[in-house]
T-cell receptor, first 113, second 113 residues
Framework: DTEVTQTPKHLVMGMTNKKSLKCEQHMGHRAMYWYKQKAKKPPELMFVYSYEKLSINESVPSRFSPECPNSSLLNLHLHALQPEDSALYLC????????????FGSGTRLTVV | AQSVTQPDIHITVSEGASLELRCNYSYGATPYLFWYVQSPGQGLQLLLKYFSGDTLVQGIKGFEAEFKRSQSSFNLRKPSVHWSDAAEYFCAVGDSSASKIIFGSGTRLSIRP
C-alpha cells in the first residue's frame, strides 16, 4: 500500500459544528503532516507528528485540534470554525520527519458556512 | 530559515514543445529540494527530489531537474510536454535537519494544442 487516504473528500459544516478529518497510511511512515491550502496558493504547514508525538504546531488556532492515535492514523478535529477556514486540507506522511519527501493524500475540501 | 521562489505564475507551452520551470531557493547549506505536481482539486504528487550527489535528477513522467548551487536554482525540465502535463507545479525546500518542507508559490502550466 503506497497511499495516504483522507476522508471525507468533501465536508460542509456550520460554524457551531464539530467535525473531524481522518488520514490513514499503511506504509510504515513515522511522520505525518497536516497542510492547509487555499485556492491558488501553496500548501501551508499546520502540524507535524513524529512517532505519534506532536513535533511542530505552526501557531494554528485552537479551533483546529490534531490527534495521532497510532502510527497509521492522523485526525484533525474541527470546532467553531470560521468561513475563512474553508480550504483544501491535505495530509501527508514520510518515512521520518522531513527529508525523504512526502506522500500526500487527495485532501478534504472543507466549506464552512 | 529556508525559502523558495518560483518567479513564473503561469506558463503556456505548445504540446510537444520543451518546458523549463524556474525555482530559486535560499538556504545557507545544501538544501533538500523537491518538485511536486498538483492537478485541480487533488493532492500533490512527488516528481523528483535532490538530496546530494549527481546534480541532474531524473523523475517520473519524463521530468528532470538540475541543481545549480552557484545560481541557487533547481529548475524543472521536460523535453516534450503532453496535454496531460497541464497542472500546478510546486518547488519545495527542506533544511538539513529536515523538520519541515516549505513550498514555493507554484507555477500553473497550460498546454496549447
Amino acid at each position: 500500500d503506497t497511499e495516504v487516504t483522507q476522508t471525507p473528500k468533501h465536508l460542509v459544516m456550520g460554524m457551531t459544528n464539530k467535525k473531524s478529518l481522518k488520514c490513514e497510511q499503511h506504509m510504515g511512515h513515522r511522520a505525518m503532516y497536516w497542510y492547509k491550502q487555499k485556492a491558488k496558493k501553496p500548501p501551508e504547514l499546520m502540524f507535524v507528528y513524529s512517532y505519534e508525538k506532536l513535533s511542530i504546531n505552526e501557531s494554528v488556532p485552537s479551533r483546529f485540534s490534531p490527534e495521532c492515535p497510532n502510527s497509521s492514523l492522523l485526525n484533525l478535529h474541527l470546532h467553531a470554525l470560521q468561513p475563512e477556514d474553508s480550504a483544501l486540507y491535505l495530509c501527508a506522511s514520510s518515512q521520518r520527519q522531513g527529508a525523504s519527501g512526502y506522500t500526500f493524500g487527495s485532501g478534504t475540501r472543507l466549506t464552512v458556512v | 530559515a529556508q525559502s523558495v521562489t518560483q518567479p513564473d505564475i503561469h506558463i503556456t507551452v505548445s504540446e510537444g514543445a520543451s518546458l523549463e520551470l524556474r525555482c530559486n531557493y535560499s538556504y545557507g547549506a545544501t538544501p533538500y529540494l523537491f518538485w511536486y505536481v498538483q492537478s485541480p482539486g487533488q493532492g500533490l504528487q512527488l516528481l523528483l527530489k535532490y538530496f546530494s550527489g549527481d546534480t541532474l535528477v531524473q523523475g517520473i513522467k519524463g521530468f528532470e531537474a538540475e541543481f545549480k548551487r552557484s545560481q541557487s536554482s533547481f529548475n524543472l525540465r521536460k523535453p516534450s510536454v503532453h496535454w496531460s502535463d497541464a497542472a500546478e507545479y510546486f518547488c519545495a525546500v527542506g533544511d538539513s535537519s529536515a523538520s519541515k518542507i516549505i513550498f514555493g508559490s507554484g507555477t500553473r502550466l497550460s498546454i496549447r494544442p
